[in-house]
């Protein structure tokens, strides 16, 4: 398929094949024939510059040699390889003699060839290539750094020499030998390198064919992939991990798809509905612990739940397996991708039997606490660290004219209970002319203060009831409790007015008496 042709002394043609006259036709438009001196066919400054090349390997008995590409149209570019020598006679030169190859093919595979050859340079893959008899013929970079070994150290050297006998008998004879008979073999192990040290890798043995697709070798591929299989292991670490915590909640696990059907629960919510997991799983709303008559309410909160109207606890009513209702707390979430697409829902169903029952019985106490509060003819108050009133009895409420209503309750205690001294200022009570010196006021103060119990104290004083003015003593104590973090005196006090004024009559006639005696 070369082309070959002969010119003498002048660069005429004296002899060609058909090869030259196809390529030249094809090149360059004219037809070779004999005598025919081909650089005057050629345009300038072609004609120019080959007359020049002619001349001076004939004057100057040198060769000529170059490639050069020719673009025919419609992709076809092709590459030939040119050879020009002088020919001679006797000693003498009388011409040259021309060599011409389409070298296309060539080149094309050469450069296939240089693109593979940079890929596997390049791969972060350990490869080899073995052939028949488990000798090395190829390695990449990449074998090398992990061996920590010269090239000429294993190319050439068998598996055996490098491995071990030992190791090539029973770990890797037979995976060379399954593939060198047409088997792809793949597998994953741990491998000790002597230059990086332990790599969790993943090997594949191909088939290497050649031209005539025989089998004459093995590509031995290996891949590390440590960082992977460490991401695997703790990937598995944490799932058992949440498995084992979800099996071990003591609250129930609802996980849900977007059109409301169970994916999963843990135990907790098969022990605490009754219904066993084969029970619910695949199941859609209605689901079978939705009691019939609170079907209104539970379909109202899950639509909301769908639709991001409400993450909050949300408490319902469910139905246990045997019939039993009993009050839950849900704690709804959601699941989304990467995308931020909603994948699945899950929640979180807390029992809140005993909680509930629990709280009935706080508030019987309170109420029977409330009960015994106001019935007791004592006047009990609550004051805050302002002395405000925040809570009263109902003979504190009767006997000061108060309404029954908390709203009302926002004075300091004097000014509640109608103190004449509390009217002294505008600002109240604790700004008035005596109340430097009110025994019952510094009591509070002392008790906010120092926590102290104050008992027995008189206080005397003119209070306004019904417009009124009316002379009272008053026998109170004070204590010190904690009410929501907040320190609060409770103050009790009785009326021993009337007591009072009977001492005081008593104390009178006894003196009376007395004189009398006296005059005697």
């Given at each position: 398929?070369?082309?070959i042709?002969?010119?003498?002394f002048?660069?005429?043609?004296?002899?060609?094949?058909?090869?030259?006259?196809?390529?030249t036709?094809?090149?360059f438009?004219?037809?070779?024939?004999?005598?025919?001196?081909?650089?005057?066919?050629?345009?300038?400054p072609?004609?120019?510059?080959?007359?020049?090349?002619?001349?001076?390997i004939?004057?100057?008995?040198?060769?000529h040699?170059?490639?050069?590409?020719?673009?025919?149209?419609n992709?076809?570019?092709?590459?030939?390889d040119?050879k020009?020598n002088?020919?001679?006679?006797?000693g003498?030169?009388?011409?040259?003699?021309e060599?011409t190859?389409?070298?296309?093919?060539?080149?094309?595979?050469?450069?296939?060839?240089?693109?593979?050859?940079?890929?596997?340079?390049?791969?972060?893959?350990?490869?080899?290539?073995?052939d028949?008899?488990?000798?090395?013929?190829?390695i990449n970079?990449e074998?090398?750094?992990?061996?920590g070994?010269?090239?000429?150290?294993?190319v050439g050297?068998s598996?055996?020499?490098?491995?071990?006998?030992?190791?090539?008998?029973?770990n890797?004879?037979d995976?060379?030998?399954?593939?060198l008979a047409?088997?792809?073999?793949?597998?994953r192990?741990w491998?000790?390198?002597?230059?990086v040290?332990?790599?969790?890798?993943?090997?594949?043995?191909s088939?290497?064919?050649d031209?005539?697709?025989h089998?004459?070798?093995?590509?031995v591929?290996a891949?590390n992939i440590?960082?992977?299989?460490?991401?695997?292991?703790?990937?598995?670490t944490?799932?058992e991990?949440?498995?084992n915590?979800?099996?071990?909640?003591?609250d129930?696990?609802?996980?849900i798809?977007?059109?409301?059907?169970?994916i999963?629960?843990?135990?907790?919510?098969c022990r605490?509905t009754g219904?066993?997991?084969?029970?619910?799983?695949?199941?859609?709303?209605?689901h079978p612990?939705?009691?019939?008559?609170?079907?209104?309410a539970?379909?109202?909160?899950?639509?909301?739940?769908?639709?991001?109207i409400n993450s909050?606890g949300?408490?319902?009513?469910?139905s246990?397996?045997?019939?039993?209702r009993f009050?839950?707390?849900?704690?709804?979430?959601?699941?989304?991708?990467?995308?931020?697409?909603?994948?699945?829902?899950?929640?979180?169903?807390?029992?809140?039997?005993?909680?509930?029952?629990?709280?009935?019985?706080?508030?019987?106490?309170?109420?029977?606490?409330?009960?015994?509060?106001?019935s007791?003819?004592?006047?009990?108050?609550?004051?805050?660290?302002?002395?405000?009133?925040?809570?009263?009895?109902a003979?504190f409420?009767?006997f000061?004219?108060?309404?029954?209503?908390?709203?009302?309750?926002s004075?300091?205690?004097?000014?509640?209970?109608?103190c004449?001294n509390?009217l002294?200022d505008?600002r109240?009570?604790?700004f008035?002319?005596?109340?430097?010196?009110?025994?019952?006021?510094?009591?509070?103060?002392d008790?906010?203060?120092?926590?102290h119990k104050?008992t027995?104290?008189?206080?005397k004083?003119?209070l306004?009831?019904?417009g009124?003015?009316?002379?009272?003593?008053?026998?109170?104590?004070?204590a010190?409790i904690?009410?929501?973090?907040?320190?609060?005196?409770?103050?009790?006090?009785?009326?021993i007015?009337?007591?009072?004024?009977?001492?005081?009559a008593?104390?009178?006639?006894?003196?009376k008496y007395?004189i009398?005696?006296d005059?005697?």
């Open positions: 398929n070369d082309s042709a002969a010119r003498d002048e660069g005429r043609l004296i002899l060609f094949n058909q090869s030259f006259a196809q390529i036709s094809r090149l438009g004219f037809l070779a024939r004999v005598g025919l001196k081909t650089t005057d066919q050629l345009p300038e072609h004609r120019r510059r080959w007359e020049n090349v002619l001349r001076k004939v004057t100057e008995d040198i060769q040699h170059q490639e050069f590409c020719y673009d025919f149209g992709g076809d570019i092709r590459t030939y040119l020009i002088p020919t001679k006679r006797d003498k030169i009388t011409g040259t003699v060599f190859r389409d070298i296309t093919n060539q080149r094309q595979l050469e450069k296939m060839l240089s693109q593979y050859q940079f890929m596997v340079t390049a791969m972060a893959d350990s490869v080899s290539l073995i028949q008899n488990y000798i090395y013929q190829i970079p074998y090398l750094r992990r061996s070994k010269k090239h000429d150290a294993i050297y598996v055996a020499e490098l491995m071990g006998r030992e190791t090539f008998e029973n890797i004879k995976k060379l030998d399954r593939c047409g088997e792809t073999v793949h597998y192990e491998f000790n390198f002597a230059a040290g332990d790599m969790f890798v993943d090997v594949t043995y088939p290497y064919r031209g005539q697709d089998i004459t070798g093995v590509v591929n891949r440590t960082e992977i299989k460490q991401v695997e292991n703790e990937l598995r944490a799932k991990f949440s498995e915590l979800i099996a071990s909640m003591q129930g696990l609802s996980v798809d977007k059109q409301g059907v169970h999963d629960v843990n135990p907790a919510f605490i219904f066993a997991r084969d029970e619910l799983i695949g199941v859609g709303p209605p612990y939705w009691p019939q008559e609170e079907y209104p539970i379909t109202h909160a899950f639509e909301n739940i769908i639709n991001l909050e949300i408490e319902l009513v469910f246990r397996k045997n019939g039993e009050p839950v707390i849900i704690t709804p979430s959601i699941l989304r991708d990467s995308m931020g697409n909603i994948v699945l829902y899950f929640a979180t169903i807390k029992d809140i039997s005993d909680r509930k029952q629990a709280e009935r019985i706080i508030v019987d106490s309170k109420n029977e606490l409330q009960q015994v509060y106001d007791v003819p004592i006047m009990i108050c609550q004051l805050n660290p302002d002395r405000k009133v925040i809570e009263a009895n003979y409420r009767s000061t004219g108060w309404p029954d209503h908390p709203i009302s309750l004075e300091k205690a004097c000014g509640v209970l109608g004449i509390s002294d505008p109240g009570c604790g008035g002319t005596h109340c430097k010196i009110c025994a019952l006021r510094l009591a509070i103060r008790t906010l203060k120092t926590g104050h027995g104290i008189e206080y004083t003119i306004i009831i019904d009124v003015k009316k002379d009272i003593v008053l026998l109170c104590s004070t010190l904690q009410k929501n973090n907040q320190k609060v005196v409770l103050l009790s006090m009785v009326d007015t009337e007591r009072k004024q009977t001492e005081e008593l104390q009178i006639t006894l003196t007395e009398l005696f005059t005697f």
